[in-house]
């Protein structure tokens, strides 16, 4: 995992995060991690094939179907299906800065297939819980 100084970095600097198999069912992780997301102020591009809204927001088939690059993508699917994912991340026109495997999701395939073609990997860590412990509330922020 890239350490503490480049993810604060990182964090800080990203606008976009697109949320690969978002939904919006209560008490589901990739619930909690997309409404803490939009609350921090990101865009959040849901990816799901089979959802038209999430959050009230558009959901996209697959990644090549988002309308602008985004600067993360966040990664709720199971370990077996992360290499195929990162090889539409390596078909896009366009390189995330990172690809986010949540918590549980380990995939050293993807991670070679990207970190091969320059994108970072992190894997095995929530999104939400980093940025809270890098990042903290806004009032920390400013203090």
Known sequence: ???????????????????????????QPVDG????????GYKIWPVHPARATVWGLAAYQDLAALPKPVDIIDVFRAPQHCPEHARQVLALPWRPKVFW????????????LLEAAGVAVVENACLMVEH????????????
């Open 101 to 112: 495997m949540q918590s549980g999701i380990v995939s050293p395939e993807a991670r070679e």
């Open 33 to 40: 991690v997309g409404r803490y997301l939009l609350r921090q």
């Open 132 to 143: 809270a412990r890098l990042l903290g509330s806004a009032a920390e922020q400013q203090a």
């Open 1 to 27: 995992m890239p350490d503490d100084i480049w993810l604060r970095a990182l964090l800080r600097n990203a606008k976009d995060i697109a949320i690969l198999g978002a939904k919006d069912k209560p008490g």
